[in-house]
């Protein structure tokens, strides 16, 4: 079995050349472990975001303010699934913000901060 050609960066030796090398590629692992969660594209469904924040899925659901864009998923509808990223943006407002904005809201303006269409009624023939 042939022994693999060793790199040599010329402005240094083979030992300086590997330690460069390895740190090197130590650094880049680091990068794309904190580009991993910074930018993390995960959809969390409603009863894992209520168990991260110790609460049950009623609890959610019965104080809309607490859920991340007052119950509008990202993805789907039924689960329904937030980012992470929305989840943090959602959390650096505080509660008592969100809370004061719902109880604010007509019945029309939350159905349609909820992502959900508001009833219309039929015209009588």
């Known amino acids: 079995m042939e022994k693999p050609e060793q790199i040599t960066l ?15 590629v130590a650094d880049i692992k680091n990068e794309i472990i904190d580009l991993k969660t910074r930018i993390d594209l995960r959809a969390y469904t409603l009863k894992e975001i209520a168990d991260g924040l110790g609460y049950s899925v009623q609890t959610m659901r019965n104080y809309p303010w607490k859920i991340p ?9 039924n689960p329904g699934k937030w980012f992470y990223n929305t989840i943090k943006s959602w959390e650096a ?6 809370r004061i904005k719902w109880e604010s ?15 219309t009624m039929k015209a009588v023939v």
């Open 69 to 77: 864009n007052y119950g509008k998923p990202d993805v789907g509808c």
């Open 93 to 98: 407002i505080p509660e008592a913000e969100r």
């Open 105 to 119: 809201m007509s019945s029309g303006d939350r159905l349609n901060a909820m992502g959900r269409v508001p009833k």
């Open 10 to 24: 010329p402005w240094m030796g083979i030992e300086n050349s590997l330690n460069y090398l390895v740190n090197t």
